[in-house]
DNA sequence: CTTTCATATCGATAACCGTCGATACGAAAG
DNA sequence: CTTTCGTATCGACGGTTATCGATATGAAAG
């Protein structure tokens, strides 16, 4: 049977080295400034073309295509490809993961 | 009258460039292994000494520091001092804020 | 005062990462 | 086939960072 979660709330129990590795990938994919914004940017619609993304973003072709790989190899956008546009979305499931991993309200006293 | 969160939840609009920055430092201080690991094992206790963090986490005392010291920065992570001693503990609020930037269930159809 | 011990800081090193221009790839159009 | 255009990859450069040993700081104990 497949897990839900990667792991278990940070709050509720130490992580195990692994599991800090495979939750340290996902975070390190959206801990940065320019990934934040295009990932916000592709979030705030239903599907976003690549090519609508460098100009408000204001960094090269190249390097928002290297962005775009980090989000999705962490499982955090999906792709799709057609014609020679591709196409990227949010994966909800990973980011409703990301967050229920994040939160605190598990703790006593809160 | 002061925010309760530090800005929109990411699935909602893009992000400000300055939003994102702010964003970026509290994720990038998560986005560790070894920190990660450190913060869990701070969030599941009360309180913990910085003495007793060392051995668990295979690091040498220096780096143990040096992350502690990131994952306050960021506001993370209480500090305080009694004696020699140096306690840490999560600072549930700012956990629940960065859960809550991340949730997706904001979005349509989920 | 001196010693001991917990913690922080310093300086160095190696690895990683964000960014770019140049270029390759691949699909549609002419 | 050739051109055009969107996207990905490559190679390089500069800045950041995780880690360590050595050392400084500062508080309690002797």
């Given at each position: 049977m497949e897990k839900t979660t990667c792991c278990e709330p940070v709050c509720c129990s130490p992580l195990s080295p692994v599991d800090a590795e495979s939750l340290a990938i996902r975070l390190k994919a959206l801990a940065d400034p320019t990934r934040l914004r295009l990932f916000s940017i592709v979030a705030s619609g239903e599907e976003q073309c690549?090519?609508?993304?460098?100009d408000p973003l204001g960094v090269s072709q190249p390097t928002v295509s290297h962005h775009l790989k980090t989000l999705t190899e962490a499982g955090l956008l999906r792709r799709e490809q057609r014609g020679k546009w591709a196409y990227f979305s949010v994966n909800k499931d990973a980011l409703a993961e990301l967050s229920a991993v994040l939160d605190p309200s598990v703790l006593s006293g809160i």
């Amino acid at each position: 049977m497949e897990k839900t979660t990667c792991c278990e709330p940070v709050c509720c129990s130490p992580l195990s080295p692994v599991d800090a590795e495979s939750l340290a990938i996902r975070l390190k994919a959206l801990a940065d400034p320019t990934r934040l914004r295009l990932f916000s940017i592709v979030a705030s619609g239903e599907e976003q073309c690549a090519c609508d993304l460098t100009d408000p973003l204001g960094v090269s072709q190249p390097t928002v295509s290297h962005h775009l790989k980090t989000l999705t190899e962490a499982g955090l956008l999906r792709r799709e490809q057609r014609g020679k546009w591709a196409y990227f979305s949010v994966n909800k499931d990973a980011l409703a993961e990301l967050s229920a991993v994040l939160d605190p309200s598990v703790l006593s006293g809160i």
